[in-house]
Nanobody, 117 residues
Framework: QVELVESGGGSVQPGGSLRLSCAAS????????MGWYRQAPGKERELVAT???????NYGSSVKGRFTISRPFRESFVDLQMDSLEPEDTAVYYC???????????WGQGTQVTVSS
């Protein structure tokens, strides 16, 4: 069974920074995408950023230029550096791993990020 362990998150003032980390353990297909999604109260879960095991990354439109995802080549952990945080970034952030061949999809337990003055 694949397990995703998240760390980071917390509370910060607008304009501040936070860093999230996620590590995957277990038997994982080498071709996969890891990343982060978020869900605010009353809203649907949305893409934050993902990183393919081969290196390319993808960002949600609302975080481009402010958030940076990093993932060493073919490693099973990702970091998300979040800068210039806004109150609209407040949400529960979930780590995700999708195996591209088997289509197995795994989620972390979620970590709260709160941006408030």
């Amino acid at each position: 069974q694949v397990e995703l362990v998240e760390s980071g998150g917390g509370s910060v003032q607008p304009g501040g920074s936070l860093r999230l980390s996620c590590a995957a353990s277990g038997i994982i297909d080498a071709v996969n995408v890891m990343g982060w999604y978020r869900q605010a109260p009353g809203k649907e879960r949305e893409l934050v950023a993902t990183a393919h095991s081969s290196g390319w990354s993808n960002y949600g439109s609302s975080v481009k230029g402010r958030f940076t995802i990093s993932r060493p080549f073919r490693e099973s952990f990702v970091d998300l550096q979040m800068d210039s945080l806004e109150p609209e970034d407040t949400a529960v952030y979930y780590c995700n791993l999708l195996e591209l061949h088997s289509r197995r999809d795994f989620w972390g337990q979620g970590t709260q990020v709160t941006v408030s003055s």
